[in-house]
């Protein structure tokens, strides 16, 4: 007997804590976050001042933190636009954390990231 009363209440507790609402998430600062990603990828560009940036969106990461998309258009060292690349940014913690600029020489040699924003970004978007 004492056995069932504490399986049911081991299973009350998993219920209860399963369905438990989760503490609501903090605003997200748009304008910080557009500011910590171009201030990051300022260092890579030629000519940081010509870049159009895109954001598509920015929301909570499931992971903690920030995730921003979205494509960024750039000049080249010959000054000419490469036109328009998708990248994606966390910031944690009011900083960069992780990211890059899709299919960049310098940033994106290997094409990982291409990968990389194309799941993380697309989660974002679908939710």
């Avoid at 903690?64 to 000419?80: D, E, W």
């Avoid at 900083?95 to 993380?120: L, N």
Wanted: net charge neutral.
């Amino acid at each position: 007997m004492r056995r069932y009363i504490v399986g049911g209440f081991l299973l009350l507790l998993v219920l209860v804590y399963a369905f438990w609402p989760a503490p609501p998430l903090p605003p997200i600062d748009n304008d910080a976050t557009q500011r910590i990603v171009r201030e990051h990828f300022k260092r890579n560009l030629v000519d940081p001042e010509l870049a159009v940036w895109h954001f598509t969106e920015i929301a909570h990461y499931r992971f903690g933190g920030v995730i921003a998309c979205g494509t960024v258009n750039y000049v080249n060292s010959a000054k000419v636009f490469v036109g328009e690349r998708q990248f994606y940014a966390i910031v944690q913690d009011g900083a960069y954390h992780d990211g890059g600029i899709v299919g960049d020489s310098f940033e994106d040699p290997t094409g990982d990231y291409a990968f990389t924003a194309k799941v993380a970004c697309k989660q974002v978007i679908a939710k």
